[in-house]
T-cell receptor
Framework: AQSVAQPEDQVNVAEGNPLTVKCTYS??????LFWYVQYPNRGLQFLLK??????LVKGSYGFEAEFNKSQTSFHLKKPSALVSDSALYFC???????????FGTGTRLKVLA | EAQVTQNPRYLITVTGKKLTVTCSQN?????MSWYRQDPGLGLRQIYY???????DKGDVPEGYKVSRKEKRNFPLILESPSPNQTSLYFC??????????????FGPGTRLTVT
């Protein structure tokens, strides 16, 4: 069965510092991995995805994520955090050959000025 | 503007009173889905649809029904709502590519309270 874990409920980082939001997954087959961001009282917005190929994926707003097959991880990163990056971040996985998505429980990112 | 719309945005109802939450997308997407978001549980998929007249259960389908009679619409039906269905509901849609559905576009959400 598919599963996704976001081990941190909250991540605090100072503005200008690099940030990492962690995600690990478990699927039987090939994973398609996604990151979404949710601002207060809004729907989720797509940030980036991994399908195949290059393990480093670049997305919107300067975010990137690194796919690590051996560690079954897909951590979200940004070199320099902005206060406006403060939001709730969700990792999601869909196993190849299926049409069901599994989301993590979310990580609240707080960027401190 | 490409978008997913949901109505109503807020709904307070009583136990057992049937309700429908509508979802519509204008992007000609084949794949549509419903999720509920609960604190500490993240998003959980209720039902999804790969195309017109093709639907399947997600992880938490109990107490919900869906139908997909038109490509653009995917209503969520609660025939006899109960308090444990109080939640924030999201509809989403996606293109169905060669590898299947990919990134989803989400609606603004419907906050449902069942008393």
């Amino acid at each position: 069965a598919q599963s996704v874990a976001q081990p941190e409920d909250q991540v605090n980082v100072a503005e200008g510092n690099p940030l990492t939001v962690k995600c690990t997954y478990s699927v039987s087959g090939n994973p398609y991995l996604f990151w979404y961001v949710q601002y207060p009282n809004r729907g989720l917005q797509f940030l980036l995805k991994y399908i195949t190929g290059d393990n480093l994926v670049k997305g919107s707003y300067g975010f990137e994520a690194e796919f690590n097959k051996s560690q079954t991880s897909f951590h979200l990163k940004k070199p320099s955090a902005l206060v406006s990056d403060s939001a709730l971040y969700f990792c999601a996985v869909r196993e190849g050959g299926t049409y069901k998505y599994i989301f993590g429980t979310g990580t609240r990112l707080k960027v401190l000025a | 503007e490409a978008q997913v719309t949901q109505n109503p945005r807020y709904l307070i109802t009583v136990t057992g009173k049937k309700l429908t939450v509508t979802c519509s997308q204008n992007m000609n997407h084949e794949y549509m889905s419903w999720y509920r978001q609960d604190p500490g549980l993240g998003l959980r998929q209720i039902y999804y649809s790969m195309n017109v007249e093709v639907t399947d259960k997600g992880d938490v389908p109990e107490g919900y029904k869906v139908s997909r009679k038109e490509k653009r619409n995917f209503p969520l039906i609660l025939e006899s709502p109960s308090p444990n269905q109080t939640s924030l509901y999201f509809c989403a849609s996606s293109l169905f590519e060669s590898r299947g559905p990919m990134e989803q576009y989400f609606g603004p959400g419907t906050r449902l309270t069942v008393t």
